[in-house]
Nanobody, 124 residues
């Protein structure tokens, strides 16, 4: 089992920045990739970004490319999502997830472990 706990998030004005963190514990050696997803009210959960747990390969949704950066600190078993130039469309609950499939996954069913989510609200 892998446990994921997100932190960060909150309220920010449009154009501002926030950083989310996700601390992993448990059987982290089994993780291949970590991802961030988000879900806005009335919408499906959507992929935001992913990173390999032991390498620097990353992948981003087109909607956040150039504004968001995913990174990790393996010494702390933590993954980060730096979010810049935020706009109202970025308002959502953001979820951290861990995957054991052997490629950078972008679909929710490819992720086995999930955090509880953190609210990010961008005011315009």
């Amino acid at each position: 089992q892998v446990q994921l706990v997100e932190s960060g998030g909150g309220l920010v004005q449009a154009g501002g920045s926030l950083r989310l963190s996700c601390a992993a514990s448990g059987r982290t050696f089994s993780i291949y990739g970590m991802g961030w997803f988000r879900q806005a009210p009335g919408k499906e959960r959507e992929f935001v970004a992913a990173i390999r747990w032991t390498a620097d390969n990353t992948y981003y949704a087109d909607s956040v490319k150039g504004r968001f950066t995913i990174s990790r600190d393996n010494a702390k078993n933590t993954v980060f999502l730096q979010m810049n130039s935020l706009n109202a469309e970025d308002t959502a609950v953001y979820y951290c997830a861990a995957s054991r499939v052997l490629y950078l996954a972008t679909r929710t069913f490819e992720y086995e472990y999930w955090g509880r989510g953190k609210q990010v609200t961008v005011s315009s």
